[in-house]
């Protein structure tokens, strides 16, 4: 099972990620949050409430509950 062990905001919507296996990359969520037609998603376009995020879990959680896998995470990252 690969989890991710750090976060780091870097800017807009981009977090850069270390997982597991040790592979690190940036993800751009941007696109995510934009074409998701949920609340819970649409709320996370303001950026500061974007930029509250935590590592729980072993994946990204957000304040209004959102959480997005680690496997979902991993495949969208550029390294």
Known sequence: MIY????????DYKI??????????????KDVLANDHRSVFKSLLDIEKF???????YTLVWENGLDLAPEF?????VI
């Open 51 to 57: 930029k509250r995020f935590k590592v729980e879990m």
């Open 73 to 77: 995470l991993y495949k969208k990252i």
């Open 4 to 11: 991710i062990t750090k976060a780091d905001y870097i800017s």
């Open 16 to 29: 850069r990620l270390a997982f597991s296996d040790h592979k690190e990359g940036i993800v751009d969520l």
